[in-house]
């Protein structure tokens, strides 16, 4: 096997969490040595070499939630263009989600999935099924054979499943198999129709809100449903401070729960919806300012686990609209990595602990050995330069939608390059 030897960089070893200079060197499609800087050591005599420039290496983001609209949706994005996002931001390996236009809830749809992304992605690309069949919330789908055609988790996405009777049944069907149920954590009479998070900025605008509440009545159900099932959860967006104290008792009284948040939700606050800018709608909508940073230290203390984009691709005619009329969503699949560096150079988050929650934390709950540092991982890596500023166009991301929220804005810190098993899948012109 090719031998290949990235030197000269800033490794960031979330599993250590530590930040040191040192190199890397690849063996095929797996990590075979970390060599601290100052080793002494001289470089493997057929190893390519690749000056690092002094920039940052860091494990490849695994990122869950990502919707690619095959089948149904290819207009608005495909594999190919999905993958050639996520390799340009530093994503490593996609967990997508089955909200499509027919849902993935049958091994039948699940395999097309997989042969299409196998054919058409240059990164890693793991699927998850609908846990009921069309997401309707009324019958559970065949959990077992599509675990065995490949699903790595299950999920109606934001299509709470209403019946509680239904929902228990799926989670104790899923506890006998060691499935992973991701649940969105609303209380949905409360959320339905909601565009905006309730407080002054809703009613000024006239916009239809939401409480926080919503959010954290959805979580207490469902861990209810933990306590009498015990099933493994994830749920997919923790956004309001109200959730965090149901998610802090859940852990301590040792339910197998795991939560993350997303980079909107990080970044972004209910503010930004002036103008009426639909961009920026999101669901659950963008929360108050003080929401951002209840999570943003939920999150440095390890109470919320991982960063997801939550990917979602909506093309013009669908965020064109009146604001309570347009769709809900942003592509964020290149934007993901800049827009969490927003945390480091604010001094919120230390680069470790990003990497812990982009990278780590996600790997270990689908069981994946990814998003390490260390001997025998996945050559699965993102070279980075934290520190590089630019103003981002939509026009130029690799997405078919083009929906973010910062298209104009400044940002700070680019990809230079990204590794999917020891291969180059992209390399900054």
């Known amino acids: 096997m090719t031998q290949t030897l990235i030197t000269n960089a800033i490794l960031i070893d979330p599993e250590a969490g530590t930040e040191a200079r040192g190199s890397v060197l690849l063996d095929g499609a797996s990590i075979a040595a970390i060599l601290p800087d100052g080793n002494g050591g001289p470089a493997p005599k057929a190893a390519r070499v690749i000056d690092g420039g002094g920039k940052h290496l860091a494990p490849g983001i695994v990122d869950i939630g990502v919707k690619v609209c095959e089948p149904g949706e290819r207009h608005k994005e495909s594999y190919r263009s999905a993958g050639l996002a996520a390799a340009a931001g530093g994503v490593t390996t996609i ?6 236009l027919p849902a993935i809830d049958s091994p039948e749809v699940l395999e097309f999935a997989r042969r299409r992304a196998n054919e058409a ?16 919330g009324r019958e559970m789908t065949e959990i077992g054979f599509l675990m065995d055609a490949g699903a790595v988790a299950f999920t109606d996405c934001d299509h709470v499943v209403q019946d509680t009777k ?17 649940a969105h954590p609303q209380e949905p009479g409360l959320s339905a129709g909601a565009a905006a998070t309730s407080g002054k900025f809703a009613s000024l605008y006239g916009l239809p809100a939401v409480s926080p509440m919503a959010e954290r009545m959805g979580l207490d159900r469902d861990i209810a449903l933990l306590e009498m099932t015990g099933a493994r959860y994830h749920a997919d967006q923790i956004t309001t401070a109200r959730a965090l104290p149901a998610l802090e008792r859940a852990k301590r009284n040792g339910l197998d729960i795991t939560a993350g948040t997303s ?19 999101v669901k659950p909508p963008l929360r108050s300012e003080e929401d951002r940073h209840a999570v943003i230290a939920a999150l440095r203390d390890g109470l919320i ?20 009329e347009a769709a809900s969503g942003a592509v964020a699949l290149e934007t993901l990595l800049p827009a969490a560096l927003r945390l480091y150079h604010s001094g ?52 078919k939608s083009k929906n973010t929220p910062f298209d104009g804005a400044r940002m700070q810190g680019r990809v230079l390059a990204t590794w999917v098993a020891g291969a180059n899948v992209y390399e900054a012109e």
């Open 305 to 324: 686990d991982t960063i997801s984009s939550m990917h979602t691709p909506q093309d013009e005619e669908s965020k064109r609209l009146p604001f309570e």
């Open 121 to 136: 992605a240059p990164v890693n690309v793991l699927p998850m099924a609908a846990l009921t069949k069309g997401r309707l």
């Open 166 to 182: 239904v929902f228990a049944r799926a989670l104790t069907y899923a506890r006998a198999l060691g499935a992973l149920v991701i």
């Open 348 to 399: 919120d988050l230390d680069l470790p602990t990003l990497f812990r929650a982009l990278s780590l934390n996600p790997a270990r709950r689908l069981g994946l050995p990814s998003g390490r540092l260390a001997a025998g991982a996945p050559a699965d890596l993102v070279l980075f330069d934290a520190n590089k500023p630019f103003v981002l166009d939509r026009a130029t991301l690799r997405s």
């Open 263 to 281: 980079i909107h939700h990080l970044t972004l606050n209910e503010l930004d919806v002036s103008g009426y800018r639909t961009f920026f709608k």
């Open 95 to 100: 967990v997508t989600r089955p909200d499509t």
